[in-house]
């Protein structure tokens, strides 16, 4: 195994702490998974070397292009630019429908890796025009000890900005350098309740999630809220109006919160979202005080 540290995108990861025996407890995701010598963590993306904590996918790009800012989504953050758009492999959740299952279902492979040092995506950007860098396609916050020097380098150059489409799983810690690293805007996601959670995604504790979307605003980033509603999931009355309270509690009128329709994939197979739900959905969120709802993902595309 220790032959790994002689690739470029096996790194020492940033965010973690050394426990007994050798174990180490890994500090990037709230799943905090504690990991022993030889293993790796949920993600299959961290793994304990000797005692040491490495990342599998520092620099790893599975897909890169630009893109139009409003396919992330991102309705009220830098209008009709693009920015340069980039992923890695794998996720730190497991939900049964994931729209990006081709990427975010692949385990990495250090030995087939293309590694991309952060000062060629920044030069790449620059040559395409683009205006920001985004994180999106997969989880992006197990890019983070890459995505903070690339953040770093590329405010210095002159891109304007810079942000995550995430699941909002990540740690204080880490949402908080990757702010002082530029990154200045945020797309969070919000499945539905703990239970949602538990039953379809593999765990997770939804108010960690709030947490960040509060402290992402609190920190002065654009927060924008996508809430895919899934068939006969989280698409009932008191699930809706339970993600619509709580974005009016956690992060106000004035953010932006989406209602995305879902479509069949990965391991599930319930029918697309009925149109009228979405509608009804927008309907219950302007009523409550919303400011800008929004329905989206009319068709299926890849974001
Ligand atoms: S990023 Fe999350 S899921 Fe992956 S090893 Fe770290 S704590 Fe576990």
Known sequence: MSELTSYPTVREAEFYEKLSNGAVRCGLCERRCEIPKG????CGTRVNINGKLYTLVYGDVSAIESRPIEIKPFFHYWPGSTALTFSTWSCNLDCVWCQNFHLSKVKPEPAKAIYY????VVELAIYNGDEGLCASFQEPTL???WAIPLFKTGKARGVKYCCYVSN???TLDVLKELHAAGMDGIKIDIKGDNEVYKKYCGGADVEKIWRNAREAKKLGMHVEIVNL????????ENTLQWV???HLKEVGPETPLHFTRYFPAYKFNNPPTKAETLEKAYKMAKKAGVLYPYIGNRKHFWA
């Open 168 to 170: 909002g799983y990540m």
């Open 229 to 236: 509603v899934v068939t006969n999931v989280n698409d009932d």
């Open 117 to 120: 040092p952060p000062e060629k």
């Open 244 to 246: 619509i309270d709580r």
């Open 143 to 145: 890019l983070s000890e």
């Open 39 to 42: 293993s790796k963590g949920v």
